[in-house]
């Protein structure tokens, strides 16, 4: 029985067990502290939703074998260029939208392969220089921030006329186009944003569709093993570049439909973080930095929301304290410690 319930924790995994039962008992005390389970339940869903493609955009560099995209602020920077242009231009509604997705990708594309030229340059060590080449990007744009020619009244700051403002509303434009198409209600506290779900679920079927493609194939085959990969007549290099521009291009949606959720562009240093709970999102799910499946993307995004969620709610009532920004800090840290320890486990 010992042998079974030991296998049974390891196929699941000891972190996701416990976050699950930890994610299960708040919603157990929240009604307790005063805590709505429904509202509580259409957070999640909405974080789910908006957070749900930044924690996919990680899934094809690590097929590739490139690893953890710690340098996930790239496709955020290129989502960001995107959503501003798109505003600059004035085109509101779905079209503006559309608009934004298509100027991301152009840039996404054009990051994506001068980063993976870079990560190719700099095999086995990817996840160290892809920290900083994020880190640097951001601190970049911080200064082009100011500097770029923009010119609507609605994103530039009022008391010099110039320079992008650290926070700009997408109402009036494409606030909530996605979350409000196609959404309905579930009691009087609960709504589905169905339009930015089915956006999810159509990227993740792009992706889950591309793998069982030759191209697909191949960028798999060079994530498990360059030099078989090799001998087989694949060009391991260009297959890894073309692995960080689609993680890239993913990455540039996800925070577009971030921004459309949460109706504000936020930019400077708001995206020097952004790489963390994705990657600790997709770990929690059962990813390793070598090994993923589509379900370690849903379930970890589903559990880490759920967290980060439920436990501002029910503890900052339960203890009368804000701890919610330091659980956050350890759920994040700690999975990605967890999986750098297992690779190391691995290895030696």
């Known amino acids: 029985m010992n042998e079974r319930l030991k296998g049974i924790i390891e196929n699941i995994g000891l972190p996701r ?5 930890f994610l299960l008992l708040l919603f157990i005390i929240a009604p307790f502290v005063g805590v709505r389970v429904d509202t509580s339940i259409n957070d999640v869903i909405a974080r789910f939703a908006m957070n749900g493609i930044l924690v996919l955009s990680l899934f094809p560099m690590i097929k590739s074998g490139c690893g953890l995209n710690f340098g996930l602020q790239l496709g955020v920077i290129a989502g960001l260029l995107g959503a501003v242009i798109s505003l600059e231009m004035k085109v509101t509604g779905f079209a503006g939208f559309v608009l934004a997705i298509i100027i ?3 840039f996404a594309i054009i990051f994506g392969y001068l980063y993976g030229l870079l990560l190719n340059k700099v095999k086995g060590e990817e996840m160290v220089v892809a920290t900083y080449v994020g880190f640097s990007a951001v601190s970049f744009m911080s200064i082009m921030w100011l500097l770029l020619p923009f010119k609507n009244p609605d994103m530039i700051w009022a008391y010099g006329g110039e320079g992008l403002r650290t926070t700009i509303s997408t109402e009036g434009y494409w606030h909530h186009i996605l979350n ?3 959404s309905f209600q579930i009691g009087s506290h609960i709504t589905i944003p169905t339009g930015a779900l089915l956006f999810f679920a159509l990227l993740c079927l792009i992706v889950w569709a591309f793998f069982r493609t030759k191209a697909g194939t191949a960028m798999e085959a060079v994530g498990s093993n360059p030099d078989y990969a090799r ?7 260009r297959v890894r570049i073309q692995s960080v521009i689609f993680s890239t291009i993913i990455a540039a949606l996800g925070i577009l439909v971030y921004q459309q959720s949460f109706g504000f562009i936020q930019l400077y ?7 963390f709970p994705a990657i600790a999102a997709i770990l929690l799910g059962g990813a390793s930095v070598t090994k993923v499946k589509m379900w370690n993307v849903l379930l970890g995004a589903l559990l880490f929301q759920g967290i980060l969620t439920m ?3 029910v503890i900052n009532n339960l203890i009368k304290s804000d701890m919610s920004e330091t659980i956050r800090i350890i759920i994040s840290n700690g999975m990605i410690v967890y999986a750098l320890t297992r690779r190391m486990k691995v290895r030696s």
Do not use: H, Y
């Open 180 to 182: 409000d198409f196609l």
């Open 311 to 313: 436990t501002p709610s």
């Open 269 to 275: 240093n708001a995206p020097l973080m952004m790489a």
């Open 17 to 21: 067990l416990l976050i699950a039962s």
């Open 104 to 106: 991301s990708i152009v």
């Open 231 to 237: 001998s087989c007549g694949i060009d391991v290099d």
